[in-house]
Each structure stands twice: as structure tokens, then as C-alpha cells.
């Protein structure tokens, strides 16, 4: 039942890849990538598209519905991987497995974010010009996470742009990786639970 368990796994794991590989090509627009963009399509879209139907996954011109996707698969890559790995189903695992899903919510969003915010910084490092479409996105996404960032980071204190991309890019990667690490500790305390 495990090795079952194992390459269910495993399979969601690879259908989320495809699925955000499908997700980030669609920021290009006009992207040809013949039979392999194809069959990417015909595989990943009608899971997409049951999700795009949900009007309150819409806000305003940022459409959520990719990410509720991902979100499912990997919630259920997680069922999978939890039973799999500890083979039977207590309050510990179930536990274990509610702050995991919550947990793979949390840093899904997290590196979003700090790929969006290292994105801008690489732009802003480089003198990139950013009046593409590409960047235009980029900045659109960019400049609600970091002034939120900022505002914490500084008190409310104005800041240069430079230094505020900088340091909310450096702080959410710390942020990341601490809660990851945290994560991981407590989820795997719960797991151990003996009931």
C-alpha cells in the first residue's frame, strides 16, 4: 500500500510541475512551443479551467484561480505523502497533515513573493529596462508585497526605492526559511503524537 501511495505521490507531484509550468508560460504571451506546448495544454487546461469558472477567484484584473489549483494538488500530493511515509492514520498524522496543507499554502504564497520581489531587485540591480509587458507584470506584482514589507521593515519611515526592494527581498527570504524550518519541526512533532 505504501509503494501505491508512493507513486500516487509522486504522479501529483509531477502534474503540479506541469501545471505550473503551464501557469508561468501564460505570462508570455505569443510563447510557440509546438507539441510540447500542446500536449502541456491538453493536459493541464481542463484542471485549470474547472477552477477559472469560480468568479470570487477573480480580483479584479489577478485571476487566483491557478493558484486555488496548485493548492489543491498539493494538498492532496501531501495526503498521499503522509500516508505514505507513515503508513497508518492517527490524530498525529491527521494533524501533521492539516499544518502541512496549511503550511504548503503559506509557502507556496511566501515564494511567490519573494520570486516576484528577487525578480524586480535583478531588474532594478541591472538597469533593465522594464516598460515590456513582462516587467509591467512583474512591477504590478511587486509593488503591493514590498510596500507591505516596507512599511514593516521601516515604521512607516520613507525609505529609497533601492534599499526598501533590498531589504524586503533579503527579510522575506529569512522570514521563508525560518518558517520553513519552524514548519517542518512542528509538523513533524505532530506526526510522532502517539495517538
Same mark, same amino acid.
Given at each position: 500500500m505504501q509503494i501505491v501511495l508512493g507513486v500516487l505521490s509522486? %504522479?501529483?507531484g509531477l502534474y503540479m510541475l506541469l501545471v505550473l509550468i503551464r501557469v508561468a508560460l501564460s505570462w508570455f504571451s505569443g510563447a510557440q512551443l509546438g507539441r510540447p506546448g500542446q500536449f502541456l495544454t491538453s493536459a493541464t487546461d481542463p484542471y485549470l479551467n474547472?477552477? =477559472? =469558472?469560480f468568479s470570487f477567484l477573480r480580483l479584479g484584473a489577478f485571476d487566483l484561480s491557478p493558484i486555488a489549483a496548485l493548492g489543491v494538488l498539493s494538498v492532496v500530493n501531501q495526503i498521499f505523502t503522509s500516508l505514505g511515509r507513515y503508513g497508518t492514520v492517527s490524530i498525529g498524522v491527521i494533524l501533521a497533515l492539516a499544518a502541512s496543507i496549511v503550511w504548503s499554502a503559506v509557502s507556496f504564497i511566501m515564494t511567490l513573493a519573494l520570486i516576484v520581489l528577487a525578480l =524586480? #531587485?535583478? %531588474?532594478? #540591480?541591472t538597469n533593465r529596462n522594464t516598460f515590456s509587458s513582462f516587467w509591467r507584470i512583474v512591477d504590478r506584482l511587486s509593488q503591493p508585497i514590498l510596500n507591505k514589507i516596507a512599511r514593516i521593515i521601516f515604521r512607516g519611515q520613507p525609505a529609497r526605492y533601492g534599499t526598501a526592494l533590498l531589504t524586503s527581498t533579503g527579510g522575506l527570504l529569512v522570514l521563508r526559511i525560518l518558517t520553513g524550518i519552524l514548519a517542518n519541526w512542528g509538523i513533524g512533532l505532530l506526526a510522532r503524537l502517539p495517538f
Open positions: 509522486g %504522479a501529483t474547472w477552477f =477559472r =469558472r =524586480r #531587485l535583478i %531588474a532594478y #540591480l
